[in-house]
């Protein structure tokens, strides 16, 4: 026993030097492995190659899902950030999307649940049931929400709904960092996704990062939209898809990375785009200039005259008065 542990210390050692030398992680050097998860596989590695398996979603944003090993982990809890509370909106459509693509691989369609409590609901608004059909292919009976008047009764209602197999995903929005959502809390949650092979996104605005079972951690912000992309080229003074700043802060298999995802709202997938696709236009100036008048910026000149050397007075400035004698003499002590 003693011998076998020392062995396996000792892989343990030379797969972090290999890992370290190839810059990558050690995870990624793990011998080929297969899971069954109701007769499905999860995720085949390796020597840093990721084999998606259909335990895995995959967004469609193909540097993106290599980062993550291939895709986001189903049976798993799932974090995304928002790190301000002007993300809100980019944070909730991001994880809609996810949801999205869920519902459309799904082959038994299965409902959503969005739980959350007043006050987030209060701050981010509701979801626009319009809006999810149109935009993220989820009509308004696949969505249901509980809104839960305390903390804890949000996390109650989390845990028994992750290991129910009646929902397609559970979707907790959180607000802040409350102590009562710590790695005990978030372990319990990952277990129940696990052993239902749902996923669980803990969706959290205006918070820190934290300890948290959770294998991946995603901070979403919203991106400027590029021109619409026609068979001619980029529209100019065009809107294209709504884009996000997707960064990866953590992570089992991959390095933190930064990716710019579209999301296309009629093939219900993410697209990568690299920041040079924007083009120099926006560089320029936010605000155009007004037509019939002069630019609002002085032109260039002396705002400022200095006397000259030698002490004596500028043409037309006044020379200082004389201060009276009793200005002069000794203040009285008082």
Not at 97 to 105: D, E, F, K, N, S
Not at 253 to 262: A, C, K, R, V, Y
Request: proline fraction near 8%.
């Amino acid at each position: 026993m003693a011998s076998s542990a020392v062995a396996q210390a000792t892989v343990f050692a030379l797969r972090r030097k290999i890992a370290q030398i190839e810059g990558t992680l050690p995870e990624r050097l793990e011998p080929a492995v297969a899971h069954a998860d109701e007769g499905r596989a999860v995720v085949l590695r390796r020597h840093g190659r990721a084999i998606v398996a259909a335990a895995c979603l995959a967004t469609g944003a193909a540097g993106f899902d290599a980062a993550l090993g291939g895709g986001l982990p189903l049976a798993a809890l799932t974090e995304i950030h928002g790190a301000q509370t002007r993300d809100a909106g980019a944070a909730g459509g991001f994880v809609l999307a996810l949801t999205g693509l869920l519902l459309a691989r799904a082959t038994r369609r299965t409902p959503l649940l969005w739980i959350g409590t007043a006050e987030i609901f209060h701050e981010a608004g509701m979801p626009y049931a319009p809006g999810l059909r149109s935009r993220f292919g989820i009509a308004p009976d696949d969505l249901l929400i509980a809104e839960a008047p305390k903390l804890t009764d949000a996390l109650w209602i989390a845990e028994e709904a992750a290991e129910l197999k009646g929902f397609s995903a559970v979707i907790l929005e959180i607000r802040g960092n409350p102590q009562k959502l710590d790695l005990t809390a978030t372990r319990r949650l990952h277990r129940r996704a696990q052993a239902a092979g749902r996923p669980v996104f803990l969706l959290r605005q205006a918070a820190r990062a934290e300890p948290t079972a959770a294998p991946v951690r995603l901070v979403v912000s919203p991106a400027t939209a590029a021109p619409r992309h026609t068979i001619a080229g980029p529209l100019e003074g065009s809107i294209g898809p709504p884009g996000f700043a997707v960064g990866i802060d953590k992570s089992r298999l991959s390095l933190p990375g930064q990716f710019t995802l579209e999301w296309n709202a009629d093939e219900r997938a993410f697209t990568e785009r690299h920041e040079q696709a924007l083009g120099p236009a926006d560089t320029g100036a936010m605000v155009s200039l007004p037509r019939h008048r002069a630019h609002p910026a002085p032109a260039a000149g002396a705002v400022v005259a200095f006397a000259p050397a030698g002490g004596t007075t500028a043409a037309g400035r006044q020379s200082p008065r004389k201060q009276h004698p009793a200005h002069r003499g000794p203040r009285r002590a008082g």
